[in-house]
């Protein structure tokens, strides 16, 4: 039984810079259902934050959303006014990031930050709240929950901080929660540390998860579905196991190839020659032509459309690589 | 902290003594001394005379000597005798020190509530219109000099258009109430004010637009939108309370400038304050005042300085007293 929580359909967010307008993302589709996660990979600057700061609408000037539509339990996110989706933003939709010192308040307490939050969303009152946030705190293991309740971001570890950010993100039990890039800041113990963490909360609060990394070794642990992305539109999507097992796109298969493991916090692609395109000079057609080892003469004059080759396969290239 | 507190008193204590005595031994190279000014007063003075009332004020002893009798006075709490205006020290200075106090108040006051708002509206409409204009306003402040300011009040507001005072501090009129007696203080306080704090508010804005600008493109702040919490809530506690940080710095620090830059504002208005005071009692050779004026001033600068540094630590939870 899947009961879908999150739909996010041909989502397009063009920066207008000096150079002219940049399509950051363009025309990415997925759903997400309850208690179910998907990965989202590919190198820095493919635009996986920017297709996560666009569903929580944090996208600004220079940054629009030029199309498409995120629906929540059936709601188009993109079409409330503003007043409206900030009270769904920390309380239906809810976001952890990369860096938990920078993403966290320096001058204001862990409690304090919370409660901001808490009182927000749920009508509580401050000691209310309080309660609310040693029980989140105590719940993503953070030990001595009232001193910490009482310390500022400086005085945590970063495992503990990312704790922290996390016990934050889910105070308001959130149906939907994204995660950009959790643990690649972390240490490698703690990485696998907070990856279970997220696990354990997420079978707990049966949340739709969307989860950011440029580690596939991450992705296998974690996600259901895996969705890859390539200068800002998608390449290939699939279960995890069939992506792992037989990925049809020649960037996946280079994605691969480049051998990830937990704790390698960059990919590297010896498969993949040449580097990113900047999206200021993207190419007529496939965007990955220029690096890829299967280009064809049609990827030069049209761009490939994502198209369902098998049950949840999704697959956007002319001249894909055998099914083994 | 109380160890961090006691270390920088002593060392204030220790920049104090020392200023003051360069600053008497400054004054001692100056030409002429105050009974040079007594012989101008009085053509019957003969040089014996003269001989006599500097033995008499101990102006023959050397300087280190004339000093320390001096500095034993000050701790004796007697602030010395003011030649020219005939009474004893504390008792000009403490009027000038109110004046000086309202005018320079009055004039941060003003300053941060219109710099703050302009700053941080400038800092949300980074490179727009608003900004631009904000920022010229900015720079004028900073870069026209405050006599010229003062001028320009004048002409404006007390010539042409005659609707304040030009000068002065009170209007010499014994018939007033104190109602009335508090309204005609109060303008008088209006032009030296508004020039005052010309310069501070461009600076501030300066200052509030730059430290504004920092704090809202730090990540946290896309975390407090993230929460759902309202704009103004991470305008202010968020943004804002960040940018406190370096504005605490830089206003307590400014607060010694005011005093230093109402020394010509208080000159060109003919206001009763201390930076007059100081500047005429220099010119008149009348050391007494001077000094007692000059070492609050330097008193004053310096006990900002560690206000900044304290009110910096409370500010920022970050820093550490150790
Ligand atoms: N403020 C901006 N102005 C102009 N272009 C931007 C801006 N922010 C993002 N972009 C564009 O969006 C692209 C995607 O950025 P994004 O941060 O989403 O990448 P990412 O996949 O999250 O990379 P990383 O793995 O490094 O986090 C960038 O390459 C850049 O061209
Ligand atoms: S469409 Fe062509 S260029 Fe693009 S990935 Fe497929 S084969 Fe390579
Ligand atoms: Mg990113």
């Not at chain 1, 307008?21 to 920017?50: N, Q």
């Not at chain 1, 990369?98 to 009152?125: C, F, K, S, W």
């Not at chain 1, 691969?256 to 916090?265: A, D, E, V, Y």
């Amino acid at each position: 039984m899947t009961e879908t929580v999150v739909s996010v359909r041909e989502l397009q967010t063009t920066f207008h810079t000096r150079a002219g307008p940049v399509r950051a993302v363009d025309g990415i589709s997925y759903d997400i259902a309850k208690g179910r996660t998907l990965g989202i990979v590919g190198e820095s600057g493919c635009g996986k934050s920017v297709t996560s700061y666009s569903v929580m609408r944090l996208i600004e000037p220079p940054g629009e959303i030029t199309g498409g539509s995120v629906l929540l339990d059936g709601e188009d996110l993109l079409s409330l006014p503003e007043e409206r989706m900030q009270d769904y933003r920390g309380s239906r939709v809810a976001m952890i990031f990369q860096e938990p010192m920078t993403a966290l308040n320096p001058v204001l307490t862990i409690g304090y930050q919370m409660d901001e939050q808490i009182v927000r969303h749920m009508g509580l009152t401050r000691r209310q709240s309080r309660e609310r946030a040693l029980e989140m705190l105590e719940l993503v293991g953070i030990p001595a929950p009232r001193e910490r309740y009482a310390s500022y971001p400086h005085q945590l570890s970063g495992g503990m901080r990312q704790r922290a950010m996390i016990a934050m993100a889910l105070s308001c039990e959130p149906d939907f929660l994204i995660a950009d890039e959790p643990t690649t800041a972390l240490d490698v113990t703690i990485q696998g540390q907070i990856l279970e963490l997220i696990q354990k909360l997420q079978e707990r609060l049966h949340m739709a998860v969307q989860f950011i990394t440029h580690d596939l070794g991450v992705i296998s642990e974690i996600a259901d579905d895996v969705l890859v992305m390539y200068a800002g539109t998608a390449c290939e999507k699939a279960p995890t196991h069939r992506l792992m097992d037989a990925p049809r796109h020649p960037y996946t298969v280079a994605l691969l190839q480049s051998i990830p493991r937990i704790g390698r916090r960059e990919p590297r692609l010896p498969a993949i020659g040449g580097t990113v395109p900047t999206l200021h000079e993207l190419p007529a057609g496939c965007p990955f032509q220029n690096r890829c080892p299967r280009v064809v003469d049609r990827c030069r004059a049209e761009r490939p459309a994502m198209t369902a080759i098998a049950e949840g396969h999704e697959l956007a290239c002319f001249n894909p690589v055998e099914d083994r | 902290m109380t160890g961090f507190i006691l270390r920088r008193l002593a060392q204030t204590v220790v920049v104090i003594a020392l200023l003051s005595f360069f600053c008497y031994f400054l004054m001692t190279l100056m030409p002429g001394d105050p009974i040079d000014e007594m012989i101008a007063a009085n053509p019957n003075m003969t040089a014996e005379d003269a001989q006599r009332l500097r033995e008499l004020h101990g102006l023959d002893q050397p300087v280190h000597k004339r000093y320390w009798n001096w500095v034993t006075m000050i701790a004796g709490g007697d602030l010395g005798y003011s030649r020219t205006y005939r009474v004893p020290v504390s008792e000009i200075l403490g009027r000038s020190l109110l004046n000086t106090s309202l005018l320079a108040g009055a004039a941060l006051v003003l300053s941060l509530l219109v710099a703050i708002p302009l700053g941080v509206w400038a800092a949300l409409r980074k490179g727009s219109r608003v900004d631009y204009f904000v920022n010229l306003f900015a720079f004028a402040g900073i870069s026209v000099p405050s006599f010229w300011i003062a001028i320009v009040l004048i002409l404006l507001f007390a010539v042409y258009i005659p609707i304040f005072p030009a000068g002065g501090t009170t209007s010499i009129d014994f018939g007033m109430t104190p109602g009335e007696a508090l309204v005609d203080r109060a303008r008088h306080l209006v032009l030296p004010v508004l020039s005052l704090s010309f310069l501070s508010i461009g600076t501030f804005v300066r200052y509030t637009r730059a430290a504004m600008i920092d704090a809202m493109s730090n990540d946290y702040i896309r975390t407090a939108r993230a929460k759902g919490l309202s704009w103004d809530r991470v305008l202010i506690v968020h943004g804002f309370r960040n940018a406190l940080i370096p504005l605490i710095t830089i206003v307590t620090l400014s607060f010694s400038t005011l005093f230093s830059g109402a020394i010509i504002t208080e000159t060109v208005f003919a206001y009763d304050g201390v930076g007059r005071l100081v500047f005429l009692s220099i010119q008149r050779n009348d050391f007494n005042v001077a000094m007692v004026a000059f070492m609050i001033s330097v008193s004053w600068v310096l006990l900002m300085n560690f206000a900044a540094d304290l009110l910096y630590g409370l500010a920022d939870p970050r820093i550490t007293y150790s």
